[in-house]
């Protein structure tokens, strides 16, 4: 199975500054990677994935990851926040298309004025 | 737009009592699982299924069970609660992996 980690429990920043999340990935032949992103008090949502092809993939909201194969990473990135990026993010991973998602444990950040 | 609903968002039940949390989705979804997440730990798998009447065990799956009668409910049983089967339970569907999870908005169970 896929073992993900995330390298960072907690990351504050302050609003407009850069920060990049990080993921890393048990290496296999084929993986495909995701984003999610829990507001306070609610569910997952799905921010972003990598299935193939371009290895930089953004979101609707100015993030981005980058997929590198050689260093088994997916860092998730933004080059300026806002107060309401604060929230806990998580990177998952899946082999194939019928394996579950296996989540890393989670990296909150915190968005200070 | 596409939905997984959790029965309850709080719940408090004392130990020992029998427990049902409940989650319907409308995507029309093969697949569904149950997970918790407790600080620290992120999100652990306890239960998953692929099918109806289909059950698969996760990686924590000591003190649960599982039902899954009809296609779109999954319900997640906590056959005698405990205190340290308290946290936040989340449910997600989906088609495929690929395509991401949808999940729930969660049910903070608190065992006293």
């Known amino acids: 199975a896929q073992s993900v980690t995330q390298l960072d429990s907690q990351v504050p920043v302050f609003e407009e500054a850069p920060v990049e999340l990080r993921c890393n990935y048990s290496s296999s032949v084929s993986v495909y990677l995701f984003w999610y992103v829990q507001y306070p008090n609610q569910g997952l949502q799905l921010l972003l994935k990598?299935?193939?092809?371009?290895?930089l993939v953004e979101s609707i909201n100015g993030f981005e990851a980058e997929f590198n194969k050689s260093q088994t990473s997916f860092h998730l990135r933004k080059p300026s926040v806002h107060i309401s990026d604060t929230a806990e993010y998580f990177c998952a991973a899946t082999k194939t298309s019928g394996s579950r998602l296996t989540f890393g444990e989670g990296t909150q950040l915190t968005v200070n004025p | 737009d596409v939905k997984v609903t959790q029965s309850s968002r709080y719940l408090v039940k004392r130990t020992g009592e029998k427990v049902f949390l409940e989650c319907v989705q409308d995507?029309?979804?093969?697949?569904m699982f149950w997970y918790r997440q407790d600080p620290g730990l992120g999100l652990r798998l306890i239960y998953f299924s692929y099918d109806v009447k289909m059950k698969e065990k996760g990686d924590i799956p000591e003190g649960y069970s599982v039902s899954r009668e009809k296609k779109e409910r999954f319900s997640l049983i906590l056959e005698s609660a405990s205190t340290n089967q308290t946290s936040m339970y989340l449910c997600?569907?989906?088609?495929?992996?690929?395509?991401?999870?949808?999940f729930g908005s969660g049910t903070r169970l608190t065992v006293v």
């Open positions: 997600a569907s989906s088609f495929n992996s690929l395509g991401g999870y949808t």
């Open positions: 995507m029309d979804h093969e697949n």
């Open positions: 990598y299935l193939s092809g371009s290895t």
